[in-house]
């Protein structure tokens, strides 16, 4: 009771407006008392209502009444603080669900500050003082607050857990170390503590150096972050100057060619329009003489008619036969020719410089490559949709299905001739160029049926080995002959045992020189891998044995 009623006091003496003692008290004209400093800021903030009102009741004044101190109140707070009023706790100073609370404190308790390991008992501020005091209970172990100090007293013997048994790697008391773990080895738990402590240290040592370590790799990917802004930003920025550059030489040109159109087209039609008036002319004059001659020829006086008819020679010589030759209907058309044979260069121009600048891109790479897909579902992410380019194929091959699928025929194809095409060997190769990460399937039906990778500039005229799939440094094979699977590079031939499907699939990893070959059915089996440097783009291939006859088709196959 008593307490409570210091509490009281205290709330009696206290300000409403900071919720503390009396500082300096005042009392306004409605009785209430609040701090000089705290009424006059309040007041300050109604100065423009021109009205001023009490915190509690709300009764106002007009005008802002003068503060003067309460005298009695400021000497009633000074004998509080002289006898030692305590100020009540507030609610954040009392354990709530989550907190340890104080083992003495009676009533609502407060928070325990420290947990004594060998009381044991958590003590709020007030009531750790003896330990702090007390010459033997300053010997006790004092920690951070614990709910769980009673998981240091022995539940056999009661007592503190002042042992570690390692062999069985628990906490006992010293009771338990000459009983139930007789014999085992036993040790303090300030000793087990020490020697844990150890390792502790070990291990953080480990763990900073490590953090040291990955916070220079963590420094190093922002500094290359950076590196690749600023050195993309600058490509773009450079690629876009020259393919304006590139643009407007275009424009100019399109514009002289145009300009030369325009000025042949004004030359010839000056031509034409001189000789049309010229023509005109002479049908006039023609007109003129025949309408003499016909008046001529109706004279009746036929010594007038022969003085003045001239001679038929005169007449025939006067009137020669056209002499106009038109040439067929071609005009410009020369010109619309070359323009477009000038835009298939650059086409061809450009597809190849594209594919040298995506594999440009493509590089820039300054992590590792990614791990190969370990499912089929892994590898369909990085599917592409393959063509074959009709110009590469050898004249036993008719492609279909929009060039992805391919027969080997009895009959020669009436291809046209073409540099690129293969003109001994059954081969065809993909229009696509291919870099990065890239996967395709080929379905194959019959014997004598082999897939490919090789670069653009192998050799295609002629029987040798510089031509033909897997025999030179230019192109990589994997056969399938006779129920069997064999890989080819350069000549040298590797046995592969693998389990037969009528779809292989093949993965590329440009940037890392990987090339995988798989059987695919119902799971994938790798039948092949090779880990190499590749220097230049490559092109799928599809080939076929010419002793096995015609009928052997492989498709390029739209994956899903």
Not at 484 to 491: G, L, P, Q
Request: glycine share 4%; proline share 3%.
């Amino acid at each position: 009771m008593a307490q409570k009623g210091v509490q009281l006091d205290r709330e009696s003496f206290s300000c409403s407006i900071c919720l503390d003692l009396l500082k300096d008290p005042v009392t306004i004209p409605c009785g209430h008392s609040y701090c000089r400093n705290c009424i006059k800021g309040f007041w300050d903030g109604e100065d423009q209502k021109g009205i001023h009102s009490c915190p509690q009741c709300r009764k106002t004044f007009t005008p802002r009444p003068v503060l003067e101190k309460s005298t009695m109140l400021a000497d009633l707070v000074e004998q509080l603080k002289k006898t030692g009023l305590q100020a009540a706790p507030a609610d954040h100073c009392y354990a709530g669900a989550e907190d340890v609370a104080c083992d003495v404190c009676s009533g609502r308790k407060l928070k325990a500050i420290k947990s004594c390991l060998t009381c044991p008992a958590s003590y709020c501020e007030n009531h750790l003082q003896p330990h702090y005091d007390v010459a033997p209970l300053k010997k006790h172990k004092l920690v951070e607050p614990s709910k769980n100090l009673q998981e240091n007293i022995c539940s056999l013997h009661d007592e503190v857990k002042k042992m570690f048994c390692r062999t069985d790697q628990k906490s006992i008391c010293y009771l338990c170390s000459v009983e139930e773990h007789k014999g085992h080895d036993t040790v303090s738990a300030a000793a087990e503590r020490t020697e844990r402590q150890r390792e502790l240290e070990g291990s953080r040592q480990q763990i900073q150096q490590r953090v040291q370590d990955r916070e220079k790799d963590v420094k190093l990917l922002q500094q290359e972050v950076e590196a690749i802004n600023l050195s993309a930003d600058k490509t773009v920025e450079h690629s876009e100057k020259i393919f304006t550059e590139l643009i407007r030489l275009l424009q100019k040109r399109s514009s002289e060619v145009k300009q030369q159109i325009r000025s042949q087209q004004e030359t010839e039609v000056s031509r034409v329009k001189e000789l049309q008036e010229k023509l005109e002319q002479e049908i006039t004059e023609l007109k003129r003489k025949d309408a003499e001659l016909q008046q001529l020829s109706h004279t009746e006086d036929h010594t007038q008619f022969l003085q003045n008819c001239p001679s038929v020679s005169a007449l025939r010589e006067s009137t020669p036969s056209s002499s106009i030759k038109i040439r067929p209907l071609r005009h410009f058309e020369a010109v619309t020719a070359a323009v477009s044979e000038l835009r298939e260069k650059l086409q061809d121009i450009l597809r190849e410089e594209w594919t040298n600048i995506s594999l440009r891109v493509s590089e820039v790479d300054v992590l590792l490559s990614q791990p190969e897909p370990e499912s089929r579902a892994g590898f369909l992410k990085y599917s592409c949709e393959i063509t074959l380019d009709p110009n590469t194929a050898n004249r036993r091959l008719l492609l279909s299905e929009g060039n992805r699928k391919v027969t080997f025929m009895k009959q020669l194809q009436s291809y046209s001739d073409h540099p690129d095409r293969f003109t001994e060997y059954s081969q065809v190769l993909s229009r696509e160029s291919l870099t990065g990460r890239c996967y395709w399937e080929v379905k194959m039906r019959g014997l004598g049926v082999g897939v490919a990778v090789a670069y653009k500039n192998i050799s295609r005229a002629g029987d040798g080995n510089e031509c033909r799939f897997g025999r030179n440094d230019k192109s990589w094979a994997l056969d399938y002959l006779l129920d069997s699977y064999s890989f080819w590079y350069n000549s040298m031939e590797t046995s592969i045992s693998g389990p037969e499907s009528s779809r292989v699939g093949v993965y590329l990893d440009h940037r890392a020189g990987i090339l995988s070959f798989y059987s695919v059915s119902g799971t994938m089996t790798l039948l092949h891998r090779v880990q190499t440097t590749f220097t230049q783009p490559l092109c799928a291939g599809l080939w076929f044995w010419n002793i096995f006859g015609s009928g052997a088709t492989a498709e390029l196959c739209k994956v899903e």
